[in-house]
Antibody, heavy 119, light 106 residues
Framework: DVQLVESGGGLAPRGGSLRLSCAAS????????IHWVRQASGKGLEWVAR??????????GFGKPTRGRFIISRDDSKEMAFLQMDSLEIEDTAVYYC??????????WGQGTLVTVSS | SFELTQPSSVSVSPGQTVSITCSGD??????ARWFQQKAGQAPSLLLY???ERPSGIPERFSGSSSGTTVTLTIRGAQVEDDADYYC?????????FGGGTRLTVL
């Protein structure tokens, strides 16, 4: 079965940093794109970042609110993905989901990790 | 970048039919996906390529597309369909979700 397990969430000060991890299993990790999607309490889903598969050059893309502050990366040998979050803002407080996609109906999400940025 | 627009909430009685729309210029040239998110859970894929159902998704869920609008239709809504629904699309190096629609079945 496809599994994505996020970790690394917690409390961070405004202006601080956190590094989220996503441990994957049950699928061909190197062939899949990895995304981070966040959801503030009571709010909708917001795309944060994506890194493509090895075959597609590990290209990265970012949503507007996080561009320039967050970095997405992956280690295919360990089947893990990461989200380095710097210059954290109060508005970054949310549950962060790891998501993997390929063509068609291959689209799976982890259970999320909570990030809280304090003032 | 682009935006996707959904109604914030809709309601339906059990057994009736309800539709949720999602509008955005990108939908004229890119496929949409729909996700269902029940309270306290992660989102899960409901439809892809506008109208295709993954295995295990009940036939009462269907999708359609016309121009810059895609529509999710639930025929014979069940109490367990009470959830938030999000459309999603991707183009070039950007992706976006719609704002989400709260479906109340009562």
């Amino acid at each position: 079965d496809v599994q994505l397990v996020e970790s690394g969430g917690g409390l961070a000060p405004r202006g601080g940093s956190l590094r989220l991890s996503c441990a994957a299993s049950g699928f061909n990790f190197s062939a899949s794109a990895i995304h981070w999607v966040r959801q503030a309490s009571g709010k909708g889903l917001e795309w944060v970042a994506r890194i493509t598969s090895e075959a597609n050059g590990h290209r990265t893309g970012f949503g507007k609110p996080t561009r320039g502050r967050f970095i997405i990366s992956r280690d295919d040998s360990k089947e893990m993905a990461f989200l380095q979050m710097d210059s954290l803002e109060i508005e970054d407080t949310a549950v962060y989901y790891c998501r993997t996609t390929e063509e068609n109906d291959f689209d799976y999400w982890g259970q999320g990790t909570l990030v809280t940025v304090s003032s | 970048s682009f935006e996707l627009t959904q109604p914030s909430s809709v309601s339906v009685s059990p057994g009736q039919t309800v539709s949720i729309t999602c509008s955005g210029d990108v939908l004229a040239k890119k496929y949409a996906r729909w996700f269902q998110q029940k309270a306290g859970q992660a989102p899960s894929l409901l439809l892809y390529k506008d109208a295709e159902r993954p295995s295990g998704i009940p036939e009462r869920f269907s999708g359609s597309s016309s121009g810059t609008t895609v529509t999710l239709t639930i025929r014979g809504a069940q109490v367990e369909d009470d959830a938030d629904y999000y459309c999603y699309s991707a183009a070039d190096n950007y992706q976006a979700f719609g704002g989400g629609t709260r479906l109340t079945v009562l």
